[in-house]
């Protein structure tokens, strides 16, 4: 439909994913897009699959979310025409264990305010002084029902997703005179990598958190991301809640004999 065509998309965690899928979604719409993760040989992939199947323009940048230095150094690598993002989609994020505060690793609790928190703030913070200057952008922040309500040995991680709510509000009264959107897209269930990389690899612990349940698809999130990005120029959409059918909120799901 090419709602976007030419229009300079940022997707973080692109290697991956929700973010994988947002990359899928919009290169149909004729953005070109910037691709962003630490799995380098992955956005190779990535951008010729979608050069084959959409003729997609694509810049790829590889780097650590948590470090500051790293992103300030790819994002200044690129291209001065690529640096007038239209939208930045910030959907790096992750969970790393399951564990009563007192029981849990500091280290992992580190990784997830590094990447969930600090990283989308750096990256961000990078981006938007353009956006700030051209008076136009659009920031959809990946956010989680569990930065609406808390759930049992998710305190760090749901810490990080209020944070993340947070910010986009503050951002959004921040922005308000620079005519500058800002989304956030919170999705309760999603089967992706998520589990696996919470559970440290274990792939049958990982299983076990969907079984049940149809859970969303990334695909089910990105085309709510689209959604965001391709209302009219006085629209904006502030928040987006979605679920599985089976799930209420992060505390009520149903499940279905197996």
């Known amino acids: 439909m090419n709602r976007l065509k030419n229009k300079i998309v940022f997707i973080s965690g692109a290697s991956s994913g929700i973010g994988m899928a947002c990359a899928h979604a919009f290169a149909p719409e004729g953005a070109k897009l910037i691709l962003a993760a630490r799995r380098k040989e992955r956005l190779d992939q990535l951008a010729v699959e979608l050069k084959e199947k959409f003729n997609t323009e694509a810049e790829i940048l590889s780097f650590d979310i948590q470090n500051y230095k790293e992103i300030k150094e790819s994002f200044a690598s690129l291209p001065e025409e690529w640096k007038d993002i239209d939208i930045l989609i910030n959907s790096a994020g992750l969970a790393k264990g399951m564990q009563k505060l007192n029981e849990g690793s500091p280290e ?9 928190v600090k990283g989308l703030l750096y990256l961000t ?23 609406h309500d ?25 922005l308000l ?41 990334p695909q089910d999130v990105a085309d709510a991301i689209l959604y965001c990005a391709t209302r009219p120029k006085h629209v904006n959409i502030n928040e987006i809640i979605l679920t599985p059918i089976a799930q209420a909120q992060s505390n009520f799901v149903v499940r279905k004999a197996t």
């Not at 992992?108 to 969930?116: A, E, F, H, K, L």
């Not at 913070?125 to 930065?147: C, D, F, Q, W």
């Not at 808390?150 to 921040?174: E, H, M, W």
């Not at 440290?200 to 698809?217: C, I, Q, W």
């Open 108 to 116: 992992d609790w580190d990784v997830m305010i590094d990447t969930n």
């Open 125 to 147: 913070r990078e981006v938007l002084p353009y956006m700030v200057k051209r008076e136009s952008g659009h920031i959809i922040n990946l956010g989680s029902t569990a930065g």
């Open 150 to 174: 808390v759930y049992p040995l998710g305190n760090v991680y749901c810490a990080t997703k209020f944070a993340v709510n947070a910010i986009s509000q503050s951002l959004r009264i921040d």
């Open 177 to 217: 005179d620079k005519s500058i959107k800002v989304s956030s897209v919170d999705p309760g269930m999603v089967e992706t990598e998520f589990s696996v990389i919470r559970f440290f690899g274990d792939v049958e612990r990982a299983k076990n958190v969907y079984k049940g349940v149809e859970p969303l698809t």
